[in-house]
């Protein structure tokens, strides 16, 4: 790896980068959704699909039901701080640990991306559905996700 090099690559070509960056983020997509709601430890430990989509989905709904910032412009720059924070860190990685001119970022990591979690759903709270019966439907997403989860892990540790 030689960060000068791959910073000079990066700045004359950097639509090219734009491509490996998306190209890679797509791929890594499944993974990322899995570091960020259904590993655990360091190994190859994944949960089945329908727990981190469950948790996804409670997640979602919870930030649905937040009150959140009124203006458009507050929502837009919590949305740019995500966007920034993601780019930076998409930047740091290429320059740091891919061959010069690589076509494929190999190290997102969902753990990465979950300080800017928070941001993202303030930014989008109160901005999809709202209403009281949708706490429920919440809640119950997050109970069943955490209950399968313990279980799974309980399961895998001790059976």
């Given at each position: 790896?030689?960060?000068e090099?791959?910073?000079?690559?990066?700045?004359?070509?950097?639509?090219?980068?734009?491509?490996?960056?998306m190209?890679?983020?797509?791929r890594?997509?499944p993974a990322?959704?899995?570091h960020?709601?259904?590993?655990?430890?360091?190994?190859?430990?994944y949960?089945p699909?329908?727990?981190?989509?469950?948790l996804?989905?409670?997640?979602?709904l919870i930030?649905?039901?937040?009150p959140?910032p009124?203006s458009l412009?507050?929502r837009?720059e919590?949305?740019?701080?995500?966007?920034?924070?993601?780019?930076?860190?998409?930047?740091?990685?290429?320059?740091l640990?891919e061959p010069?001119?690589?076509?494929?970022?190999?190290n997102?990591?969902?753990r990465?991306?979950?300080p800017?979690l928070?941001?993202?759903?303030?930014?989008?709270?109160?901005t999809?559905l709202?209403?009281?019966?949708l706490?429920?439907w919440?809640?119950?997403?997050?109970?069943?996700?955490h209950?399968?989860?313990?279980?799974?892990?309980v399961k895998?540790?001790?059976?």
């Amino acid at each position: 790896m030689d960060p000068e090099a791959q910073l000079s690559y990066l700045c004359h070509h950097p639509t090219q980068y734009l491509h490996v960056v998306m190209a890679s983020l797509i791929r890594s997509a499944p993974a990322t959704m899995a570091h960020i709601l259904g590993k655990y430890g360091w190994e190859k430990h994944y949960l089945p699909p329908v727990i981190p989509a469950l948790l996804f989905l409670g997640g979602l709904l919870i930030c649905a039901q937040t009150p959140g910032p009124k203006s458009l412009s507050s929502r837009l720059e919590l949305i740019a701080i995500c966007g920034i924070v993601a780019g930076l860190f998409a930047i740091s990685n290429y320059l740091l640990w891919e061959p010069v001119g690589a076509q494929v970022q190999d190290n997102f990591q969902g753990r990465y991306f979950i300080p800017i979690l928070p941001v993202a759903g303030f930014a989008l709270s109160k901005t999809l559905l709202s209403g009281d019966s949708l706490r429920f439907w919440a809640f119950f997403m997050l109970s069943v996700g955490h209950l399968s989860m313990i279980a799974l892990l309980v399961k895998s540790l001790f059976f």
